[in-house]
């Protein structure tokens, strides 16, 4: 547990902290303010990788897994190197290059827990890190400018602080075992995948898979534009302390945390992946309502930022591996969590960069408050719609493999 949530903490450490600079500049790119052509940079970067991480991880071989992730962690801080130190025109390059390895880093961290009785608890653990991360580590990229150090040299400053522990992770990640008999009975055994297994998977679960990716695009499309422009909208708001990002972050983690525990303690995984699937309905509709009361004045800002977030990571923590693993255990499939995982990611960002380019060449003037409800409610209605496609879909699944089941 220590070992996939301190890696994937400080894979955060590498990918985040350069949000917390505003990067002012009169000048832009092709009509794009320098923070928003940065961040697509990066977003791009990680687009592509969760793109070619759809073969890759999911065909990874085990024995490579810890060079994977140490070689991976060298391109990227090699990608914030330049940043700090290249003229302003290949700025946005050096960022594209620290994000390109990041994107496959969660698919393989992952890949180590999967298929054993631990795996949701850990899981869910190492999901809340992505929430921890990422308000931690936008803090502590704050400290260092109010320390001083010039924005562009900020991010390599905090990467390089925490080399040592993602290794030190790393290797604690090493001594994970693997599944044990009973295990694989009950879980199914976790296999790479070549290109016939995949299209196999895609071809028996096609309409939930399109149903829980355009959800899960909506979710990533949300959650990424959340964590790269909470700055601007904590100041829209008037909040602005800087430890705004840890206050509202940690009781969120804390409460998914919980949610997720509950649900992963189900033994029977059909009844465990129909909770999910509750889950996603309920947390859709109470968006739906935080979003109104705040629009109505009833809600605090504070408590619409942490309820909204709230809702919102209670479904795509899940959908980030957890989900996908209690469908490998219901249906028995021959595959592995990082084949699902990848897919919905390289769609989910793929929408993150086409949404940000939308907004920043076409709709720049627009306010982030009342951006970001017309977004949310976007992401709970059709969170409702394509959670009750997939929950109709599977079950009509299920219903006929225990058909079939009893006339064996």
Same mark, same amino acid.
Request: include cysteine.
């Given at each position: 547990?220590?070992? +996939?949530?301190?890696a994937y903490?400080?894979?955060y450490a590498f990918?985040?902290?350069?949000v917390?600079g505003s990067?002012?500049s009169?000048?832009?790119f092709?009509?794009?303010d320098?923070k928003t052509?940065?961040?697509?940079a ?11 991480g759809i &073969?890759?991880?999911s065909g990874?071989?085990? /024995? &490579?897994r810890n ?6 962690i060298g ?13 302003? $025109? ?13 994107g ?5 961290v992952f ?9 949701e608890?850990?899981g869910a #653990?190492l ?6 991360a990422?308000?931690?580590?936008? +803090?502590?990229?704050?400290?260092f400018?109010?320390q001083?150090v010039?924005e562009? =040299?900020?991010?390599f400053c905090v ?7 993602f290794? #030190?992770?790393?290797?604690l990640?090493?001594k994970?075992?693997?599944?044990s008999?009973?295990e694989?009975?009950?879980k ?5 995948m070549n /290109? ?9 679960f096609l ?7 355009? @959800? ?6 949300v959650?990424?534009? &959340?964590d *790269?422009?909470m700055i601007?909208? %904590?100041?829209?708001?008037n909040?602005?302390? %800087?430890?705004?990002f840890t206050?509202t972050?940690?009781?969120i983690a804390?409460i998914?945390?919980i949610?997720?525990f +509950?649900?992963?303690?189900i033994?029977k *995984? &059909?009844?465990a992946?129909?909770n999910y ?5 309920i ?20 408590w =619409?930022i ?6 919102? @990571?209670? +479904?795509?923590l899940?959908l980030?591996?957890? @989900?996908?693993?209690r469908?490998?255990a219901?249906?028995?499939i ?7 995982v990848m897919?919905?990611?390289?769609f ?6 086409s ?8 709709f ?11 977004i ?5 209605i059709g969170g ?14 299920q219903?006929?493999?225990?058909s079939? $089941? /009893?006339?064996l």
């Open positions: 547990m220590a070992g +996939s949530f301190g903490f400080c894979m990918r985040k902290p350069f917390a990067y002012e009169a000048d832009a092709f009509g794009l320098y052509t940065f961040i697509i990066q977003v791009l970067g990680y687009t592509l990788s969760k793109f070619w &073969r890759f991880v990874l071989e085990q /024995k &490579r060079i994977t992730l140490l070689v991976l391109i990227a801080l090699l990608g914030l190197l330049g940043f700090g130190f290249m003229p302003i $025109e290949f700025k946005p390059l050096a960022i594209f290059v620290n994000g390109l390895p990041l496959l880093i969660w698919g393989i890949s180590y827990l999967e298929g054993h009785h631990y795996t608890f850990v #653990f999901s809340v890190s992505i929430i921890v990422s308000g931690i580590l936008k +803090s502590v990229g704050m400290h400018l109010n001083g010039e562009f =040299w900020m991010p990467g390089l602080l925490f080399i040592l522990p290794i #030190f992770f790393v290797n990640l090493e994970v075992d693997p599944p008999a009973d694989i009975q009950d199914s055994l976790r296999i790479k /290109k016939q297994d995949r299209a196999s998977v895609l071809n028996a309409t939930p898979i399109l149903a829980m990716i355009c @959800f899960y695009v909506l979710l990533t499309v959650r990424d534009l &959340r *790269n422009y601007e909208v %904590a100041q829209e708001l909040l602005t302390s %800087a430890a705004i206050t972050e940690i009781p804390i998914t945390m949610v997720m +509950s649900i992963g303690s033994k *995984n &059909r009844l992946l129909n699937l509750s889950l996603f309905l947390s859709m509709v109470l968006l739906l309502v935080c979003n109104f009361l705040f629009k109505f004045g009833i809600l605090s800002s504070y =619409w942490v309820g909204t977030g709230l809702f919102l @990571f209670s +479904s795509y899940p980030n591996g957890i @989900f996908f693993e469908i490998i219901t249906f028995k021959s595959g592995n969590i990082g084949f699902f897919i919905a990611d390289a989910g960002y793929f929408g993150s960069v949404l940000m380019l939308t907004k920043g060449l076409m720049s003037n627009i306010l982030w408050v009342p951006f970001f409800q017309k949310f409610t976007l992401l709970a409702i719609l394509f959670t009750a496609t997939t929950w109709i879909t599977l079950s009509r699944k219903n006929k493999i225990l079939d $089941e /009893k006339h």
